[in-house]
């Protein structure tokens, strides 16, 4: 059996050529005569590996020096927790935009360590969209403001960036970040795990403007301190090697591409023809506002939620895997990152259709 | 040019056969069409993954019914901070063993949370033994004992474990974990980072005796919360997916090798090798008392410290990697993990033994 169109929303969807080059690399990376998981991270040819990932994810998102890059672990569900101990900053009030399913788990972490304010919520709307500019009722008592640009449960996506004005921004973006250029200028803290455009899950990239570093809040461990990564380079204890290394492979298939530019209309394309064969079905349906719909991850659902299952089946026998929509909002999810090849949502579509011609 | 020998601290040598194996299931993890790193975690096949690796682990440590085994991430330096933060339990003591450079990283972070106690030091012998049963101090008032059964950096190894009465014992077992058979029901906690015995670096085992989870000091992160992990069965925020994966390939042929007491015979000799070629010799020495030294680091000095340089540079163009000694100590250390093949260690005398006869 061939490789299959894998529409999870993470862990999800490797570059092919990334994995091929792993596999050609795995015994004996360059003439080293070892895996890289194997070397030590303190030796010179896997800190060569780690910051030529760096140098390649600075140019990608053209970082500004001002910003660190952190690689570490523990995912988003981590930085929940490591955002309000690292921004509070002798603060005890945060503003979060209520958006979807992870915007709320960010809220209830955050809530251990400060007031929560809800700056918009769109729950009333059922995250079927995102607030807007004028609907932000932002405290300037606010020690930082938290969202998420890409809700990737209800495929919702922020067709903008938040004005805070001089508070600092800070954007889980597990479910964008690389899908497209970003200001990063606009940001105090970005972080993503890797698992969905950048690699394998364990890894977890922090992009953190430098002036935000190293006033922790009492009682933070070491390791939820982000002055302890940014002052040992992400090697003050073993990083996650391999999957930085991995992530290395992601960036530089980017750049060959195009960069981010490139990667942005390629993905406006794939969304753009999925949302058009939903839109113009009278069969499937996708809830959310036009503007605010992910590129991502596109939810839709069937008009006989009764052929749920013999559409998932169908799919699978026709190599469309892992099509089914979070437990919490069921329905179908079609995860289409970077590493989706424009092939697959086609396929995906013309399977769509004749699924819908047989029992719609 | 062909695999070399790795004699890495950590990231460490890999067991080529899993390797192999993982590289032939790189693209397609039988029949599936996707690399197991593409799985949801939710998806039946990675649990069916993740449910037999930690089958094997439970078969090959003996691991009793009232033990949960969680995989996590961060490493032992995040447990340096959950190992407090979780099992204080109401108390604001611990004792904790110092015996090298890994108990004192444990106990600086533990101080964040609570008054340590020392309960044995072996710093004034410069860590060159582990202390005895009869000289440890142990406080009735300690939550916990802490301890670090074989310290890597310097080479010692705990010949016996701690005797703490009805005060649960912690240990990170990092470098020795899966080496030997142990007695889990010693211990109340025991950790490992899996970049030695395990597999891939992102992966930390914590196999944690079940009453002394859930009451989790105030202020603990979600993340660092033992039952946060142990409800969701390792699943409450997406895992290293891919470690679990390959930590699950190396208890696969751990058990095809006959299990921990096969594997404690082998590296019994292979321990036994090395350490009777520095003793026999007039040029290598290590200084730790005979019944104290590891089986897994062996830190040793050439007699003229101005070779060192000569030395690696010579047993690298041998295929003999990754032997220079921590930074902190200096000289040399070879690591010989489960994956080090007998032949490995056999190789590295014979290269000792020529360098001495030639400059010795």
Redo the contacts between chains.
């Keep these: 059996?061939?490789?299959?169109f894998?529409f999870?929303?993470?862990?999800?969807?490797?570059p092919?050529e990334v994995?091929?080059q792993?596999?050609e690399e795995?015994?004996?990376w360059r003439?080293?005569?070892?895996?890289v998981?194997?070397?030590?991270?303190?030796?010179q040819e896997f800190v060569s590996i780690a910051e030529q990932a760096e140098a390649d994810l600075r140019a990608l998102l053209a970082i500004p020096d001002s910003y660190r890059v952190l690689f570490l672990?523990?995912?988003?569900?981590?930085q929940?927790?490591?955002v309000p101990?690292n921004l509070l900053r002798g603060g005890d009030q945060a503003d979060y935009l209520n958006t979807g399913s992870w915007s709320k788990k960010a809220i209830a972490?955050a809530k251990?360590?400060c007031a929560v304010e809800i700056a918009a919520s769109t729950e009333d709307a059922r995250f079927t969209r995102a607030p807007t500019q004028r609907e932000l009722n932002l405290s300037s008592e606010a020690a930082y403001v938290h969202y998420t640009p890409n809700e990737t449960i209800e495929g919702v996506e922020f067709p903008f960036v938040p004005e805070t004005v001089d508070i600092p921004l800070a954007a889980d973006m597990s479910s964008t970040l690389l899908s497209r250029p970003i200001e990063v200028s606009r940001y105090g803290v970005i972080y993503a795990?890797a698992?969905k455009n950048l690699?394998?899950?364990?890894?977890t990239l922090v992009i953190v403007r430098e002036d935000l570093i190293g006033r922790p809040l009492a009682?933070t461990?070491?390791?939820?301190d982000y002055k302890t990564h940014a002052d040992a380079g992400s090697m003050?204890?073993?990083?996650?090697?391999?999957?930085w290394y991995l992530a290395g492979l992601v960036f530089q298939w980017l750049r060959c591409r195009g960069g981010l530019a490139a990667m942005a209309t390629i993905n406006e394309r794939k969304a753009g023809a999925l949302y058009a064969a939903i839109d113009t079905s009278g069969f499937y349906a996708n809830p959310v506002e036009p503007a605010c719909r992910s590129r991502m991850n596109v939810p839709f659902t069937l008009a006989d939620p009764g052929l749920d299952q013999k559409f998932l089946t169908e799919a699978k026998a026709a190599?469309l895997?892992?099509l089914e929509g979070h437990?919490s909002v069921g329905g179908m999810r079609a995860s289409i990152y970077n590493a989706m090849p424009e092939e697959g949502v086609r396929a995906l579509i013309a399977f769509m259709q004749e699924f819908e011609r047989r029992y719609g």
């Design positions: 059996m061939a490789r299959v894998n999870s929303a993470g862990p999800a969807i490797l092919e994995l091929r792993a596999r795995l015994l004996n003439g080293s005569g070892l895996c998981a194997e070397m030590s991270h303190r030796d672990q523990g995912g988003a569900s981590s929940f927790a490591m101990m972490e251990r360590f795990g698992q690699g394998l899950a364990g890894l009682g461990p070491a390791m939820f003050y204890n073993t990083p996650p090697t391999y999957a190599d895997v892992t437990r």
